[in-house]
């Protein structure tokens, strides 16, 4: 949360304060930057020259191309044939002879592209705080106002999107897209694991209390994590439940005791759990600078669109971050 500034000083009302408010503001200028750049060499990507695994004949643009066209109309917000136009028109401002694909062929190869979410180098090396939460993502439906003066519409369909970011950096690890009535604690090992096969070093890995599952423990322990989870109201202890539990060996436990001893809140501020907040800020600026609907239509070309759309805010993290501390009253 960036700190207002009111003839010159910070609003005091506001918890925090930012650091680096110069640098800061001087980012959120660079992001509106309209510099597009093109790479050299581009006439040599542009169109695919890999042998097809499938019958049929090669695909005529490489999927760097189509993903190219898929960057701009989420990030300008355009409907996929204005966006092939733009490209259109910036190739012809740049001299350069290349065919931009119909919209149509766009939309037929989304599905088939397998993007990673682009990263800063070194992140890897570096201890991990995970943070993982789940937000809702329409699709199609009836309009706000209706919905909230009649009721839902029947049509009203939307997805599951379950953001894991690093606490320390704001980076975005991952951007699963799943259906509406999965449970965020669900997908959450796999996340989990994923990462650690790819090299994360995660110290510790911090929900809410929709993620209070025997799984999500039991993967944490698995790969040495500490879970900061808290429980829900009326949990008891393993031992209460089983009569052959062995005490003081399960982590959930350890947290209902001390949940017990200092009360919830008490909990949340020795343990470190505010940290979460920091998911929810992930999600807040994803819906800010995207909305919070899906422009394509089936769950593959979906879950592109999210996954460009997640490297796109790393980008725009990196390019511009408030560095704050807590104001002390």
């Not at 369909?157 to 897209?177: F, M, N, V, Y």
């Amino acid at each position: 949360m960036s700190a207002l500034r009111i003839k010159g000083k910070q609003d005091p009302k506001v918890p925090y304060r930012v650091l680096n408010w110069r640098d800061y503001n001087r980012g959120l200028v660079k992001r509106g930057d309209l510099c597009l750049w093109i790479e050299d060499g581009i006439e040599d990507r542009w169109y695919s020259v890999e042998t097809p695994n499938r019958r049929g004949r090669r695909d005529k643009y490489s999927d760097a191309a189509i993903e190219c066209v898929l960057v701009l109309k989420s990030l300008f917000g355009l409907p996929l044939r204005q966006t092939t136009g733009l490209l259109a028109s910036l190739f012809k401002l740049s001299g350069l002879d290349l065919e931009v694909p119909d919209y149509s062929r766009i939309s037929r190869r989304q599905g088939r592209l397998s993007p990673s979410i682009k990263l800063p180098k070194g992140i890897r090396s570096k201890p991990i705080h995970l943070v993982l939460d789940g937000t809702g993502l329409k699709v199609f439906g009836e309009g706000e106002w209706k919905v909230r003066e009649h009721g839902a519409g029947k049509r009203r369909t939307w997805r599951k999107l379950h953001l894991a970011i690093d606490a320390g950096s704001g980076q975005i690890l991952t951007a699963l897209l799943t259906q509406r009535d999965t449970h965020d604690a669900e997908p959450a090992p796999d996340i989990i694991r994923s990462l650690v096969k790819q090299g994360y070093d995660i110290k510790d890995f911090r929900g809410d209390g929709a993620y209070d599952a025997h799984r999500v423990f039991l993967t944490c322990l698995q790969h040495g994590i500490k879970a900061i989870i808290p429980s829900r109201e009326g949990a008891i202890l393993s031992s209460e439940k089983y009569e052959n539990a062995m005490d003081n060996t399960w982590p959930r436990d350890e947290i209902v005791k001390r949940i017990r001893e200092i009360g919830k809140g008490g909990w949340k501020t020795e343990s470190g759990y505010f940290k979460r907040s920091l998911v929810e800020m992930a999600i807040y600026r994803y819906k800010r600078t995207f909305g919070d609907r899906l422009s394509a239509r089936n769950l593959e070309n979906q879950r592109v669109e999210v996954a460009l759309r997640a490297s796109m805010l790393n980008k725009m993290i990196k390019t511009a971050k408030p560095k704050t501390e807590k104001r002390i009253r």
